[in-house]
Structures are given as structure tokens and as C-alpha cells.
């Protein structure tokens, strides 16, 4: 009899299966459910285990002959675990958008009043692109089904969709993201906030440790104002305690730190510090100043929305509208 082919993938599952290695493996199921529908059983769900359901919870000897050591089935699921980061890919840029959860798409905005995230890819060409979510549904390509998609998880488009999606186009990153570059150089930081930066530079706790390091100077302070006004003390007395006091007061200060001050001076040039940003940090920082940044077929931001203050700091109007 002739032996069997074992391709590639087959020899895989068996040094993957710890029922090759002679084990007995349990997964996670589904919960019990008693409820049931007997007139309409379609309407019944399907069991749905939470979690990964191919993790295996329990491993127990079987009765059954290994067909390989448990050694070897070890080595193969350690070898298949670092494959993520074997020299291959382990040099291999990830691209980041800056985009990427803060855009959106203005054309399906203003014809819908529904918001669509714009997703950033690289074309042939190696150049960045962002495309909506809305034209990123498979249903566009494909032949319609027999049965509608469900309204909410996959849209059943229908003539006015095809419309609308006609209205967008691929938008170079490039064009998007200069816009926001110039957007963001016009935030000037308050001054009354550089302390309150520093702070959280120095420290995860912020002003907090500061102001407990503080806490008994400025307790001493008021009780030698109380003293003063009660007349216990002369003005120059109080003068000179208030000033040794004031000057300890600023040496705490997170600006007065060391470790502050190579980045005090960006502080006072927020495009300077932009600009030193990479896109991970960018992301990040869009993300806490905006709720949503709205770019229309053309690629041309079309309406900013801030989070309070910075729409102010920024001079953006109220409703976030840049063009007519």
C-alpha cells in the first residue's frame, strides 16, 4: 500500500495537537443555557464561548500511543510562539498612522449624520493613504446575498449608499496630515499649565507630590499671616518669614527641578514640539485634544472638534466648522 503525502500544514498539526503527544486536552465551552424556543428554534443563539476557545485549560495523560515524545510537541509549540519575533519580522516597520481613530469622514458626516473613522493603509506606490470605513465594507464587491446583512454590523447597501459612496476617493496622508500639522502649531500652552506638565514629566502623581512636599511651608506661611494680622508680629517680621518661605516654596517647584529643564523651553513653543513628536505620540496626543477631526473627499479638513479648553486655545469656532 502506498504511504500517504503529508504536506506542510499536515505535519503541523500533528506536532501541534497534544493528542499526537498522547494528552488529553480540555478547551472552553459554552456556558449551560437552559432557555430554549421550541416554535421559533431560529431564534435561539448559538453557544458562544467566551475567551480564546482553542486555549487549552486542563492537559491529562490519555490511554491512547503517543506518535510523538512530549518533548518534541513542547519544542514545536515554543518554536510556533516565537515565530512573531524571529529575525524575519522582528525588523519589520509597523506602520503608524496619525489618523487612524481621530479622522473622519465628512462626506458620510454631513449626508448621513453617522460616523465613519478614516483607515489608514500603504498603496503600491509605498505612499500613505487613508480611505473611510464606510467603503471598506465588503458588500460594495460583492454580489448581494440572498439573505439582508443586519442594519448596524454589515450594511446592506442600497442606491443612496452607492450615491454616497461615489462621493469618496483615497486621500493622500501626506495632504491630511499637513493640514493637521499646521493646525496644531497655532496651540499655545498657557503658562499657568507649564508647572502642572512638569509635574507629570517628573512624576506619575503630578502636582500632588509637589504640593505634599509644600504642604507644611504653606501651612507656616498662614500661620505667620495669622500671627501678623493679630498683631503678634511686626510687618517686617512677617515680610522676611514670607519671603524665606516663598523662596523655598519656588525651589520645589517642578521647574526648578534638573530633570525639567530640557524640555521647559518646549513648553513655550508648542509647533517646536510637534514637530519633535513621532507618529505614535501624535496619535495619542490628537486622541486627548479632539473628538474628531473631519476630512471630505478632497482631502480638505472640513471641521475640528475639541475638547474643552483646547478649541479655545486653538481658535477653533464652537461647532468646529473651518469651511464653508
Not at 516565537?82 to 516597520?93: N, V
Not at 450615491?163 to 496622508?173: Q, Y
Not at 518646549?266 to 514637530?275: G, I, M, N, T, V
Not at 480638505?300 to 483646547?310: G, K, S, V
Amino acid at each position: 500500500m502506498k504511504a500517504p503525502d503529508f504536506s506542510r500544514d499536515s505535519i503541523r498539526a500533528i506536532l501541534e495537537n497534544p493528542f499526537s503527544a498522547g494528552l488529553i486536552a480540555r478547551y472552553p465551552r459554552p456556558e449551560f443555557d437552559t432557555e430554549d424556543d421550541v416554535e421559533h428554534p431560529e431564534n435561539i443563539p448559538a453557544p458562544h464561548v467566551a475567551g480564546n476557545s482553542r486555549e487549552i485549560l486542563e492537559l491529562h495523560p490519555g490511554q491512547h500511543e503517543a506518535l510523538i515524545p512530549v518533548g518534541i510537541w513542547q519544542a514545536a509549540g515554543d518554536l510556533r510562539r516565537q515565530k512573531a519575533s524571529s529575525p524575519t519580522t522582528a525588523g519589520k516597520q509597523k506602520n503608524i498612522y496619525v489618523l487612524s481613530g481621530i479622522g473622519r469622514c465628512w462626506e458620510c458626516f454631513s449626508a448621513t449624520g453617522q460616523e465613519y473613522t478614516l483607515r489608514g493603509s500603504t498603496g503600491g506606490n509605498g505612499a500613505g493613504y487613508y480611505r473611510c470605513a464606510y467603503l471598506h465594507d465588503s458588500a460594495l464587491k460583492r454580489p448581494p446575498k440572498k439573505q439582508p446583512r443586519v442594519a448596524g454590523v454589515n450594511l446592506a447597501f442600497s442606491e443612496r449608499d452607492a450615491t454616497l459612496a461615489d462621493r469618496h476617493a483615497s486621500l493622500r496622508a501626506e495632504k491630511l496630515e499637513a493640514q493637521v500639522d499646521a493646525l496644531m502649531s497655532r496651540l499655545v500652552i498657557p503658562s499657568d499649565w507649564h508647572e502642572a506638565i512638569l509635574a507629570y514629566y517628573l512624576t506619575d502623581e503630578g502636582l500632588t507630590e509637589f504640593e505634599r512636599e509644600g504642604y507644611n511651608l504653606r501651612q507656616s506661611l498662614k500661620r505667620y499671616k495669622e500671627l501678623h494680622l493679630a498683631g503678634h508680629i511686626s510687618t517686617a517680621e512677617y515680610e522676611q518669614q514670607a519671603r524665606f518661605i516663598t523662596q523655598r516654596l519656588d525651589r520645589l517647584k517642578p521647574s526648578a527641578r534638573p530633570d525639567a529643564q530640557e524640555i521647559s523651553p518646549l513648553l513655550h513653543s508648542f509647533a517646536e514640539s510637534w514637530r519633535l513628536l513621532n507618529n505614535g505620540e501624535k496619535r495619542f496626543l490628537l486622541g486627548t485634544l479632539f473628538a474628531g477631526l473631519y476630512f471630505d473627499h478632497n482631502g480638505t479638513l472640513r471641521r475640528a472638534l475639541a475638547h474643552e479648553p483646547f478649541g479655545e486655545l486653538l481658535g477653533l469656532p464652537e461647532d468646529g466648522l473651518l469651511q464653508a
